[in-house]
């Protein structure tokens, strides 16, 4: 539900400077406004990237928020198996769903680290590609270098604040 749809709004978000771009449909024009105005491309796309990694954080604590509550049920469902004099073979017959209140865990990356990685792929694409243009216009040497050690950057804050996230809510 609310997860789906934050995803679909980053998306509208994430490919709008894409449409401004084709909007213009001349090459030559968007080369000569690249050139002119490289810095603010920069700041636009890192700005996509930015709104990104804050919709990842807020998908992230929705998740959390699924988690707490599987975990409430799962300390509720062991309350009552535990009163309820039942022997451990009959328990084993009859119980079917956890009752660990430590489960589900809040870092999963099985099924959420591609989240994660969805967010982090397309940031970073967005953030390296608006720098590139900026240091392509103003000549800098050993680009790649740059935008490898920014990528890896990228990629290392949205690992971490997934983490801490998930951090703070299991402690």
């Known amino acids: 539900g609310s997860i789906s749809q934050f995803f679909q709004y980053y998306i509208l978000i994430a490919s709008l400077p894409v449409s401004v771009a084709m909007a ?7 080369s000569t406004l690249t050139s002119e105005h490289s810095l603010t491309i920069a700041l636009a796309f890192s700005a996509v990237a930015l709104v990104g990694l ?3 954080g807020y998908i992230s604590n929705l998740r959390h928020d699924a ?4 975990r409430t049920i799962n300390g509720l469902r062991k309350y009552f198996l535990e009163r309820s004099g039942l022997g451990v073979r009959e328990e084993a017959r009859i119980r079917v769903l956890p009752r660990s209140v430590h489960f589900p865990r809040y870092l999963e990356t099985s ?11 397309v940031d970073t694409f967005y953030a390296s590609f608006g720098w590139s243009v900026f240091f392509t216009s103003k000549g800098t040497t050993h680009l790649w ?8 950057g990228i990629v290392l ?3 971490g604040t997934y983490w801490l996230l998930a951090r703070d809510r299991e402690f």
Request: glycine residues 8%.
């Open 111 to 121: 099924y959420f680290g591609f989240v994660i990685a969805t967010f982090s792929i």
């Open 67 to 70: 988690v707490l509550y599987a």
């Open 54 to 56: 804050a919709v990842m």
């Open 24 to 30: 213009f449909g001349n090459l030559e024009e968007v």
């Open 157 to 159: 804050l949205h690992i």
């Open 145 to 152: 270098i740059w935008l490898g050690l920014m990528a890896v």
